[in-house]
């Protein structure tokens, strides 16, 4: 196994993807975080986009969260993706909706006024009217085995825990299903413990101070 190093930022949630992977797979690993506000020079860089995570491999770089995860996948026994090429491609490409969610969801906390707000928060919506119709009554999104799309999605529902109790929102309540599946998501140790116990009042305090509708929400 090859030395690891992940470096991270602790309110990432393209990192914590990383972290499921790694815990999921039982892979040892460093762990470096970063203030993503005030970059130090070395990651700078490292990191042709200035973002993380980054995967350090024995000094080689890799970035961007899908491709450290297929990595991760690759070089260990088994897999959390299925065996079947095709169904293997649609998992990659719910992996990729993930994505689209989590770029919603910043549009969604850095919405500047109510209608803004209320547009990103239909968007939102229409969004998990999609996964409702794919998810079946299984545990996870494709049954009872967890996979890399399990991976993607803790993270998303980790956001709505933070909207529904200080914020007063519950944009998921219509969708059994998912809601199924995001309770089974987090009683798993890997989802659950991809943050620390004072993740959620950091990001309580980050949507605080966005000077966005939400943050008024948040502070009340």
Not at 59 to 66: H, L, P, R, Y
Not at 90 to 118: P, V
Not at 130 to 148: I, K, P, V
Request: charged share 25%.
């Amino acid at each position: 196994m090859p030395n690891l190093t992940l470096v991270s930022h602790d309110l990432c949630p393209y990192v914590q993807r990383a972290i499921v992977v790694l815990a999921e797979k039982s892979i040892p690993h460093e762990r470096r975080y970063i203030d993503l506000g005030d970059k130090p020079d070395w990651f700078r860089e490292l990191s042709p986009l200035g973002k993380v995570p980054l995967l350090q491999v024995d000094g080689t770089v890799i970035f961007e969260s899908a491709v450290i995860c297929e990595y991760l996948d690759e070089i260990t026994p088994g897999s959390l993706h299925p065996d079947d090429p095709l169904q293997k491609a649609q998992h990659r490409a719910w992996i990729e909706f993930a994505s689209a969610i989590l770029n919603d969801i910043a549009g969604f906390y850095n919405a500047g006024d109510a209608d803004a707000f209320l547009e990103k928060q239909d968007r939102l919506v229409a969004r998990f009217e999609w996964l409702e119709q794919q998810l079946t009554a299984a545990s996870y999104f494709a049954g009872e085995d967890f996979s890399m799309v399990d991976a993607s999605f803790g993270p998303v529902f980790r956001y709505f825990d933070t909207f529904e109790a200080p914020c007063g929102l519950n944009l998921l309540s219509r969708f059994a299903k998912v809601g199924e599946w995001r309770r089974a998501l987090s009683d798993r140790a890997s989802v659950t413990e991809a943050v620390d116990a004072g993740y959620p009042d950091r990001l309580a305090a980050f949507l605080a101070i966005r000077k966005s509708h939400i943050s008024t929400m948040v502070r009340r």
